[in-house]
């Protein structure tokens, strides 16, 4: 290994090894007149990806990667028909929906933690939780990696999981231009175009575009149009630029409820679940403080409760409780990014990235409709509204009480830069690889929220006078919704949110790779950023919140600190290596929360993880499969002293502390192989156990982390036949993906032991391309297996039901 390494870096011009490839830091590229050619010496002479960029900005061979990384190449993002991000879920061990999503954007987290999305490298949108957020398209991904555990020093600000990287289409100096559609089942449909070549010698273009339409599983639509264009610029042997472009706008319907647990307390009946009471069990308020129901209404109670209740959601087939009221997440993103790259010597590197990005989105929600049926809260049962609906003296056991209705404006618009100094050279027999690098970024937030209710919110001033009185009708089944009629404007909305929030954040780094005698290979990183959070509250209603009403001056915090990844990998020969990997990161503690300004902010959120890997190659480099032991956490989390009181204790009692965290342990699997020309697997599995362990005064403390399951599993086989006498091998692919149940926990309403079951689901496919064509048919869901995809707030959001697309794809 060594000596291929001194043999690539004695080339010089004619062969030189690009600073992450994968990530667009490519090499510079030469059309073939050209009298000397600059290649990228990248692993891609195999089918199953063997190098990676993402851990290290270096074209580094994953068998000496001192962390966790996994590749999702385009033969398989192809295979499995995948338009967007979350489709891709299934191939990668411990990335998975995060609970309480409320159907906006991907929410997608990395061992239970937060997950940072970025585009070859640079930001992509992420941190927004359930306000606002875009769900990715793959539409000009080429393929999708990976790197879990967090990344400060290369990546800038991040998330604690780690980084969910999307590879762009570039422009090449080979022609190659196709046109593609597809028709699926709920009148979808799509038309595409990609098209890529030399303009002249020095510069090449692409442009991507695609239109595509869906009414949607459950009427949950889709409607997006998207573009992108590229140029890439050839201004030297050594040199060159690309100036790329996108613009996506899109309509995504959002379910925020999808199914939801009825909320039955069995605590509060001895125990009982709600298939063991018995009417006579749901007794009455003897404080007469709670609703009072007759012993005919306390029948019909019982008479309409399953065995589900209080546990799991309750089903009602393809409906849901989206409003006609609600609108679809309308986003628009426009984004500009310049890339440099420059071999400033053979051996010395630059690659800079210039980024501005626009993110803009609104819509309407449902963020509350709750069937209350029986709970005896902090001592009283069924205290209004946290009970059964009656109207008139009469029961509605389905209704839906204290909904709200949320509309956002929301408009993030983001600068980045990225410069990235490598140096290779050799020193007493080591080969090294030094990497200098420095990262600007700058985000600004405008963000407003306006709500309505139903009659539960009433909001009375000090003198007890009612000021606003929700007027949103009650849905007296959710099974078969009574809808408000009208838009969302005429019913009283409340200005609830009002404010502008800026992020800054810069930092240096040095990380250092050496490639030693004896198969041990060294990656030691240490950087420095500086955050700085701004906010600026605007004003709301002062119906909403008299003590927030007014305007305040922008506030303003900032912390600094250093991180670090400290990794060592082990080759006792080439088909076998491990590893173990330490890594701190850090974050702004909210990207969407106010600030005080006077001191009493807290310092930023950290993370650490510890990873112990095994790695393993076989049949001449066509499989790669790894074994991960792993331990991560966000650290640092800010929860309330409960010996605390306001204007009574002394300077020397904490307000907070800030030692709460939220951990996950586990272990993962994860293979890639192409088995002889006939063959390829994709296989996968996590267990993890993701705790809450933030607030310990809390009942929910030390608690599984919602809609994270222990255990997901899945695995893509394909074959390619040769049947019926064609002139080309009939591919033929078999999926199945498993996820145990996950936690919908939630004290708070009542339903401590609420979960969303389990399932399994098997897909296929079957392809075949002729010359220039290509047609593909993927049909999911085989068995038509009923299952919730995700954990929502207090429910579950209904997988679709079986169903099938057909794609068409011809080659200019």
């Known amino acids: 290994m060594k000596q291929m390494r001194l043999s690539a870096v004695a080339l010089g011009c004619a062969v030189s090894l690009s600073v992450a490839a994968e990530q667009n830091y490519s090499s510079i590229e030469q059309p073939a007149s050209a009298d000397v050619e600059r290649i990228t010496v990248y692993g891609r002479q195999n089918r199953v990806v063997m190098n990676s960029g993402l851990a290290t900005k270096s074209d580094m061979s994953l068998m ?10 385009e033969e398989l993002i192809n295979t499995q028909g995948a338009t967007e991000l979350q489709e891709l879920l299934r191939n990668i061990s411990g990335v998975t929906q995060a609970g309480n999503n409320y159907g906006i954007g991907d929410n997608i987290v990395i061992r239970g933690l937060g997950a940072n999305y970025t585009y070859d490298g640079m930001y992509g949108g992420a941190g927004l939780g359930n306000s606002f957020n875009p769900t990715r398209s793959l539409t000009n991904v080429e393929s999708v990696e990976v790197l879990k555990g967090p990344a400060t020093g290369l990546y800038g600000m991040g998330s604690a999981g780690g980084v969910i990287n999307l590879i762009e289409k570039k422009p090449t100096f080979n022609d190659k231009h196709e046109v593609t559609a597809e028709l699926g089942q709920w009148d979808s449909y799509s038309l595409g175009f990609d098209s890529t070549a030399a303009i002249n010698d020095q ?8 239109h595509a339409r869906s009414d949607g599983y459950r009427e949950i639509g889709t409607d997006r149009d998207e573009a992108y264009g590229s140029l890439k610029f050839l201004l030297s042997d050594d040199q060159d630029l690309m100036l790329s472009a996108a613009y996506i706008k899109d309509a995504i319907a959002v379910d925020s409820i999808g199914h939801p647990i009825r909320i039955y307390n ?3 009946v001895g ?26 209404q306390r029948q019909q109670l019982a008479e309409s409760l399953s065995a589900s209740d209080g546990l799991t959601p309750y089903a009602f087939g393809e409906a849901g409780i ?3 009221m609600a609108k679809d997440n309308e986003g628009e993103e426009l984004r500009f990014k310049l890339t440099h790259n420059i071999f400033l010597a053979d051996n010395l590197f630059l690659n800079q990235q210039l980024q501005y990005r626009d993110y803009q989105s609104g819509f309407a929600r449902q963020t509350g409709a709750y069937n209350y049926v029986y709970w005896n809260r902090k001592g009283v049962i069924n205290s209004d509204p946290r009970a059964p609906l009656v109207v008139d003296d009469r029961l509605y056991p389905f ?14 618009t983001s600068w980045q830069y990225f410069a990235d100094l490598r140096y290779d050279f050799s020193f007493a027999g080591i080969d090294n690889e030094l990497l200098v690098n420095a990262n600007f970024e700058d985000r600004n937030i405008r963000f407003k929220q306006y709500s309505i209710y139903d009659a539960d919110k009433v909001i009375k001033n000090k003198a007890g006078e009612v000021i606003y009185q929700g007027q949103l009708p009650y849905i ?11 838009q969302f404007e005429d019913y009283d909305p409340l200005m609830t949110s009002n404010y502008n929030k800026k992020v800054q954040a810069w930092g240096v780094g040095l990380q250092h790779v050496g490639y030693f005698d004896f198969g041990i290979t060294t990656r030691v990183g240490i950087a420095f950023n500086d955050i700085t959070q701004r906010y600026q509250h605007y004003g709301v209603d002062a119906r909403y919140s008299a003590s927030r009403a007014q305007p305040t001056p922008e506030a303003d915090t900032s912390d600094d600190g250093v991180t670090y990844n400290l990794g060592v990998t082990y080759m006792p020969n080439d088909d076998w290596s491990f590893f173990i990997n330490h890594a701190k990161g850090r974050t702004a503690y909210s990207i969407l929360g106010s600030l005080k300004g006077d001191g009493a902010d807290r310092e930023d959120s950290e993370s650490i993880s510890n990873d ?3 790695r393993f190659k076989a049949f001449d480099d066509q499989l790669l499969a790894s074994i991960v032991v792993f331990e991560s956490s966000r650290t640092n989390l800010q929860y309330n002293n409960k010996d605390y009181e306001a204007g009574v204790s002394g300077p020397e009692v904490a307000q907070y502390y800030y030692d709460g965290s939220e951990e996950t342990k586990g272990v993962e699997l994860d293979l890639n192989a192409h088995l002889g020309e006939r063959w390829s697997i994709n296989v996968n599995g996590v267990y993890q156990d993701a705790r809450d362990k933030q607030d310990p005064n809390k009942s929910s403390f030390d608690t599984r982390q919602k809609g994270v399951p222990y255990v997901t599993a899945s695995t893509w086989v394909t074959y390619d036949a040769d049947w019926f006498k064609l002139p080309s091998p009939l591919s033929v692919s078999l999926g199945a993906k498993y996820v145990d149940e996950r936690s919908t926990h939630s004290s708070s309403f009542g339903i401590p032991d609420g979960y969303v079951p389990s399932y399994t689901v098997m897909d296929a496919a079957i392809s075949y391309q002729a010359d220039n064509w290509r047609v593909q048919l993927n049909l999911n869901n085989l068995l038509d297996e009923a299952y919730y995809e995700k954990a929502m707030f207090l429910g579950g959001m209904p997988g679709a039901e079986r169903n099938a697309k057909l794609s068409l794809s011809y080659r200019l």
């Open 64 to 73: 000496e990667t001192p962390a966790a990384v996994v590749i999702v190449d």
């Open 203 to 210: 510069v090449a273009y692409r442009l991507v575009a695609k």
């Open 266 to 268: 069995a605590a509060s």
């Open 271 to 296: 125990g009982k679940s709600a298939g063991e009471v018995s009417w006579q069990d749901l007794v009455n308020d003897a404080s007469s403080a709670g609703l009072q129901l007759s012993d005919e």
């Open 322 to 324: 989206i409003s006609p």
């Open 399 to 412: 209704a839906a009480r204290r909904q709200e209705y949320r509309q956002v404006q929301a408009d993030e």
């Open 476 to 486: 007296f089944d959710i099974r078969s919704p009574n809808w408000a009629e009208g």
């Open 612 to 614: 112990f890997g095994v």
